[in-house]
């Protein structure tokens, strides 16, 4: 159950970091991440369908009208793989990533994650590479669902 007393600030505090965190990275002059709230939309790692650059850190933040879901479906999957997706991965949560708690999972591989559809209408993907390997990525799609759709 989420307390619905804290959302707003809690929301307003993580959309202050992903504003900060959604820069330019001077150390390879990627820009990615950053806070979506259309209705639907996509997202891919930097350069796809080429290799998605090292060292790269991604926070997307999916706001989507209040009372609504957020559907996530992959289209392509690619990184590095790792037993525990140590080097190069994708972390989906269920609401903002400064919560552990919402964490759904954290992906690497070429295996797509499954289908995902958020429980309240915000849900945030971080994208981590390391400094060796690289894969072609990634393309998710998102789009606004009802919690009927959760039924």
């Known amino acids: 159950q989420i307390n619905s007393s804290i959302l707003p600030s809690k929301l307003a505090h993580a959309t202050a970091d992903y504003v900060q965190h959604s820069h330019l990275d001077k150390r390879v002059g990627v820009k990615c991440g950053g806070i979506l709230s259309a209705p639907s939309g996509n997202i891919s790692s930097p350069n796809f369908p080429g290799l998605y650059p090292y060292n790269i850190d991604c926070s997307w933040l999916i706001v989507v009208a209040e009372g609504s879901s957020v559907l996530l479906t992959f289209h392509h999957f690619e990184l590095e793989y790792h037993t525990s997706c140590a080097y190069d991965y994708i972390k989906i949560y269920n ?15 070429d ?5 995902f559809t958020s429980s309240w209408n915000v849900m945030s993907i971080i994208f981590h590479s390391d400094r060796h390997v690289a894969h072609r990525g990634f393309s998710v799609g998102y789009r606004k669902g009802n919690w009927l759709d959760l039924m």
């Open 111 to 115: 295996i797509s994650p499954p289908q």
């Open 95 to 109: 609401g903002i990533s400064e919560d552990e708690g919402n964490l759904l999972g954290t992906f690497c591989g």
